[in-house]
């Protein structure tokens, strides 16, 4: 039976990883994978996680299984950095939290919650929006519909566009919204634009469901969560996918969270029930260590205050990067758009779409080992004050400046 099965394609953002580590060449770039570097190229464990495993290490007393939806500390946490300590969703308490295996994990979780708890069949995503986030819902079995999102005229908001998009969401239909620091794009709504879009959601009765995997790497913690917070203003249910991989640097130990916000706490209380009723089919419970060690920090003011520097640390380096990037390139006459290239300084959080078109694209992995993902995102933290000029006199070859 196994002599039939087809070679599946590599992943558009994982395979590229697999790819560039098989490469031999000392000067290759990685742009692809959305994972934090520092100017050494490296990822490190941040300082405050490291305490906080060695505070666990001594107080750890068992390995037994977590709850189903995982360590209730971590859930509240969760929900603090969601909404706000003093906010009356986390007062009321009509949401309820899980603690999932990483960002993708809560989004699986969503979809199936969706699809099989609410029975609803569709779910709209950003055109365009992070390569897995289809791959997810269809899954599932939701049907993907696409709300336009970028404008490639200005390589920003196309906000008319989007609000004209919504305004086609049936009732019920769920509307998955990037809470901050678009995947791909980098392109973020204003605040003032976030008020419109919840209020367009919340007239056509849509469930929005924002996916939240870059809190703080915009501007800061409490202002990334502006937009999620203008949507529950607006929005009395509403699903939250939170992803710790990034702004904890936990990437490998899978630390991510599903959140259900209901009208109240007895009606979050059923749907909590239906939510570990699924992952009991999934997963069985979540694995305990980076839940843990999040928990340990936000639990402990000294360790909450340095994961806040060190958080402000990645931000302001790629902030620096992307300047340095435009200056590179203005340098040595490449213009990414007919405006130039400022667009990328002004696009926010991890990633820059930066307009190469996928034969640019292949063409400098092929040719100059630099590896970006097809659709022109780059990972703006993969890039230095060492790898910056490689990478602009590359793309100057390929932009044919
Ligand atoms: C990315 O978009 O590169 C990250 O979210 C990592 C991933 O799993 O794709």
Known sequence: MFKSIEMAPADPILGLSEAFKADTNADKINLGVGVYKDEAGATPVLKCIKSAEAKLVDTETTKGYLPIDGNPAYGQAVRELLFGSNSEIVASARAATSHTPGGTGALRVAGEFIKNVLGVKSIWLSDPSWANHAAVFGAVGLEVKKYPYFDKASNGLDFQGMIEGLKSVGKGEVVLLHGCCHNPTGVDPTVEQWEKIASVVAERGGLPLVDFAYQGFGVGLEEDAAGLRAVAAKNKELLVCSSFSKNFGLYNERVGAFTVVAEDAEAVKKAQSQVKTLIRRIYSNPPAHGGAAVATVLADDALTKQWHDELAEMRERIAKMRQLFVDELNQRGVKLSDAGN?????????????????????????????????????????????????LCDAIAVVAGA
Not at 359 to 385: C, F, M, T
């Open 342 to 390: 400022q667009f990328i300084v002004d696009q926010c959080g991890m990633f820059s779409f930066s307009g190469l078109t996928k034969e640019q694209v292949d063409v400098l992995k092929k040719e100059h080992s630099i590896y970006i993902v097809g659709s022109g995102r780059i990972n703006v933290a993969g890039i230095s004050e060492k790898n910056v000029g490689k």
